[in-house]
């Protein structure tokens, strides 16, 4: 398998990381055989955060903000900050005792220098055989699927890796001719080009139709859909992207995606800031389908208006509720009056750019273009609206019907290229 390069290293962390939301990660195969993985991961989402923000005077709001959307427990967030500061991601660091209390930002403007330097970092932090053949596996299978008795890796090490890759939901597995197949959901993530390729040499009408839908309304709402179960399906099988949302009521809704139009590093390298987009984009069909007497008649007018500098949007009672998300995640602040508030935007560079891209998205269903700081963190509201990227939607949408297997199969055999024969 050939070795990666220390940006793709970091990048996969992030990509496990995520994956393990709702994992126990003190299981004794995740807390043995993944610390490194774990760790460089947190330090990616976290730095991910705080890039732009130059200075973040309360870290224990951050380190709230962290366990809430970044799956950042509250023990690591300490050496999370400490590598990030070995890193000179972070300087100036004042300290009470162990505690955290503020710090500088100082996370390399691009995205390829960020990751790159994390993966650095995981090689100094001694990672074990298996969590380098699982990041090797998991970087392989978003190129395309492969038999898994194909995958390079040590016999040792090929049950501990498939079992941590399955459990993350970085890799599937499928049974096709007797032939265990397995893929990776960032495959479809990164390359939805090939996907829509791939249905257009299979004979499953509904799912091309379901696929075209979704391009047409970036950001379906499962729940009030037509296609909804499909679309579910799709989602719980890692071939198309379902970012969720908690909705007032608890329950969790899944809002499908498919991102044609982004360049490949975008979808990849610059992931985080395709993740806020999505979020930007969810949390405006949130206010658009669940906002009761406060619905969101223009999604596209509120985020054009939301880029206007200093410019206060959204003004009434349920805010709060229905955009704390992005609070949370650093790209909004909110500004009250009274019983109402409003949000204006976090004033740098990649919330302006991710904004941009969730209106391009709503505007024509697909991406046309991809291309000031905060004064500190506020205090996470921790109220419904909690946000879950792309790899996070594959486990709720896995306790619904799973699509048909013989459509799944022909899909990934299409991709494959072994055709429908």
């Known amino acids: 398998m050939p070795v990666l390069v220390p940006s793709a290293i970091a990048l996969r962390a992030h990509d496990i990381h995520q994956g393990l939301h709702e994992v126990d990660r003190n299981s004794p195969l995740i807390a043995t055989e993944l610390e490194a993985t774990q760790l460089v991961g947190m330090a990616g989402a976290v730095a991910a955060w705080i890039k732009g923000h130059d200075v973040i005077h309360d870290a224990q709001a951050l380190k709230v903000v962290a366990a809430a959307q970044l799956d950042v427990d509250a023990f690591a967030f300490e050496r999370v900050i400490g590598l990030l500061e070995e890193r000179d991601f972070v300087g100036n660091v004042r300290r009470t005792g162990h505690r955290i209390d503020s710090f500088y930002e100082t996370v390399p403007e691009d995205f390829e220098s960020m990751y790159g330097q994390l993966g650095a970092a995981w090689h100094d932090q001694g990672p074990t055989e298996i969590e380098g053949a699982l990041l090797g596996v998991v970087d392989r299978l978003s190129h395309g699927p492969q038999r898994l008795e194909d995958l390079d890796i040590a016999p040792a090490a090929r049950q501990d890796?498939?079992?941590?890759?399955?459990?993350?939901?970085?890799?599937?597995?499928?049974?096709?001719?007797?032939s265990q197949i397995a893929y990776s959901p960032f495959f479809s993530y990164e390359n939805p080009?090939?996907?829509?390729?791939?249905?257009?040499?299979?004979?499953?009408d509904r799912l091309a139709k379901a696929f075209s839908g979704v391009r047409q309304f970036q950001g379906t709402p499962l729940s009030v859909s037509p296609d909804g179960q499909l679309l579910n399906d799709l989602v719980a099988a890692g071939v198309m992207a379902g970012p969720s949302l908690q909705r007032p009521d608890q329950s969790r809704e899944l809002f499908a995606v498919a991102p044609y139009g982004f360049g490949p590093d975008v979808l990849t390298i610059k992931r985080p800031l395709l993740e806020k987009a999505l979020a930007v984009l969810a949390a405006v069909r949130m206010g658009q389908h669940f906002g009761g007497i406060t619905s969101l008649n223009s999604p596209v007018a509120l985020l054009n208006a939301l880029l206007q500098p200093g410019r206060t949007v959204a003004w009434h009672s349920s805010t709060k509720r229905q955009y704390g998300v992005l609070q949370q995640l650093g790209i909004v602040r909110f500004v009250s009056a009274g019983s109402r508030s409003g949000i204006q935007l976090v004033d740098f560079d990649d919330n302006k750019l991710a904004v941009g891209m969730a209106i391009d998205l709503l505007n024509e269903g697909e991406v046309t273009s991809t291309k000031g700081n905060s004064t500190g963190v506020e205090r996470a509201l921790l109220a419904p609206g909690h946000y879950r990227t792309q790899i996070q939607g594959i486990r709720p949408a896995k306790q619904r019907t799973l699509i048909p297997v013989d459509e799944l199969s022909s899909l990934v055999e299409a991709v494959m290229g072994w055709g429908t024969a």
């Open 161 to 178: 890796v498939v079992a941590i890759g399955t459990e993350s939901q970085a890799i599937q597995l499928l049974t096709i001719r007797n």
């Open 193 to 204: 080009k090939s996907i829509e390729t791939a249905l257009a040499q299979i004979d499953v």
